[in-house]
């Protein structure tokens, strides 16, 4: 089965550029989508098809994906993006959705 | 856009649960549907999903003929049946709405979640 390997953690100051990783197998193949998830809540679509953002979804936002990596980028980080990231996929092979194991983003 | 879930509950293994989902703000019968689960400081694992005719219908492999989800359009109502619940069960259910993406799809729209508890 296709698995996302996401790092546990990622810390950044307020300000700066925070950058979440999703690896996967030939990823850049795959349309990729992320969430962000803050504690006792449900998720929230963040970007879909690698870098397209919902409405009411702030542009600091983005998304990458190339190669095995597929990427999200929240720059001038502010203490309420502090959550755990999750991205996605649907891998056409099995018809299953997949998850990768989350990410969380600590803001110092 | 709403999606709101029934209250889970307090099940011992082996026993059953139905989940519903009743949904408002846009064509229910115009949608695919989904669950997704987040056992308690988990992450995310999908669950099934149901086109919006209510056929086809895809299941992960942990659910191994246990679950059986359904819709009623009329309703605007989504359910998941669940039977011969194990302890690993024990998570949040959501419902999410699915959308078509450029490969594949993702999920615009969730519930709150319904704590399901598998213990004896």
């Known amino acids: 089965s296709y698995v996302l390997t996401q790092p546990p953690s990622v810390s950044v100051a307020p300000g700066q550029t925070a950058r979440i990783t999703c690896g996967g197998n030939?990823?850049?193949?795959?349309?990729v989508h992320w969430y962000h998830q803050k504690p006792g809540q449900a998720p929230v679509l963040v970007v879909y098809?690698?870098?397209d953002r919902p409405s009411g979804i702030p542009e600091r936002f983005s998304g990458s994906n190339s190669g095995n990596t597929a990427t999200l980028t929240i720059s001038r980080v502010e203490a309420g993006d502090e959550a755990d990231y999750y991205c996605?996929?649907?891998?056409?092979?099995?018809?299953?959705?997949?998850f990768g194991g989350g990410t969380k983003l600590t803001v110092l | 856009v709403q999606l709101v879930e029934s209250e889970g509950g307090l099940v011992k293994p082996g026993g059953s649960l139905r989940l519903s989902c009743i949904v408002s703000?846009?064509?229910?019968?115009?949608?695919?549907m989904t669950w997704i689960r987040q056992a308690p400081g988990k992450g995310l694992d999908w669950v099934s999903y149901i086109s919006s005719s209510g056929s086809p219908i895809y299941y992960a492999d942990f659910v191994a003929g246990r679950f059986t989800v359904s819709r009623d359009n009329v309703k605007n109502s989504l359910y998941l049946q669940m039977s011969s619940l194990r302890v690993e069960d024990t998570a949040v259910y959501y419902c999410a709405r699915r959308r078509l993406a450029r490969g594949g799809f993702y999920f615009d729209s969730w519930g709150q979640g319904s704590l399901v508890t598998v213990s004896s």
């Open positions: 030939n990823i850049g193949s795959k349309s």
């Open positions: 996605q996929v649907w891998d056409s092979s099995t018809e299953h959705v997949v």
């Open positions: 703000g846009f064509t229910f019968s115009d949608y695919h």
């Open positions: 098809d690698d870098s």
